[in-house]
């Protein structure tokens, strides 16, 4: 089954305990990125890749890593996270054309991530 | 500051009757568009994606582009309840290495039985 898997479904940390969220999309899809959604501020873009070792920001990016050494997999990092990035994080990828345009994106489940 | 903004809503609308959902965007340089369906609780999905002018019909979905005015909307067709969710309008930036999509904040839709 086409799918992009997300990990963990549901995270509770401490403040300043570094974390990683795992993505990784079995479509072979160029592009992906991570997003963080919050009530009234919508999907919002942390970084994007549009493939093996090339990331860039998106609109939100501070306080977040990421890195695109394979393909299928683009793990979102918190070196050390803050009560301000709790949040519903989404991981997507898509199939981009040869000029470019993009396809759409097929999301992950989410990571639920709250920081104490 | 580019953006995508739609009516937050709640849109209700009678079963059976036409729901349109309307976008509008920032960057003249906007090349795809995409529509979004997000159920409580639920990862967004893919409902339509748009490149040209005029419209695109896919089932009882139909997206509209006018570039001119950087309008993008969704009609759907014989709302039905399952039908009831968020709608959210994407547009993909590029340019000056830039690639981004960015969304709008959703518009709630409510089919009334």
């Known amino acids: 089954e086409a799918q992009v898997t997300q990990n963990p479904r549901y995270l509770i940390t401490v403040t300043g305990k570094k974390l990683t969220v795992t993505c990784s999309q079995n479509m072979n899809h160029e592009y992906m990125s991570w997003y963080r959604q919050d009530p009234g501020l919508g999907l919002r873009q942390i970084y994007y890749s549009m493939n093996v070792e090339v990331t860039d920001k998106g609109d939100v990016p501070e306080g977040y890593k990421v890195s695109r050494k394979e393909k299928r997999n683009f793990p979102l990092i918190l070196e050390s996270p803050s009560p301000n990035q709790t949040s519903l994080y989404f991981c997507a990828s898509s199939l981009t054309k040869y000029d470019g345009a993009n396809y759409g994106y097929t999301f992950g489940s989410g990571t639920r991530l709250t920081v104490v | ?103 709008g904040k959703g518009t709630r839709l409510h089919i009334l039985p």
């Open chain 2, 1 to 103: 500051q580019k953006e995508v903004e739609q009516n937050s809503g709640p849109l209700s609308v009678p079963e059976g009757a036409i729901a349109s959902l309307n976008c509008t965007y920032s960057d003249r340089g906007s090349q795809s568009f995409f529509w979004y369906r997000q159920y409580s609780g639920k990862s967004p999905e893919l409902i339509m994606f748009i490149y040209s002018n005029g419209d695109k019909e896919d089932g009882r979905f139909t997206a509209q582009l006018n570039k001119a005015s950087q309008y993008v909307s969704l009609l759907i067709r014989d709302s039905q309840p399952s039908d009831s969710a968020t709608y959210l309008c994407a547009v993909n930036i590029t340019g000056n290495r830039d690639d981004k999509i960015i969304f």
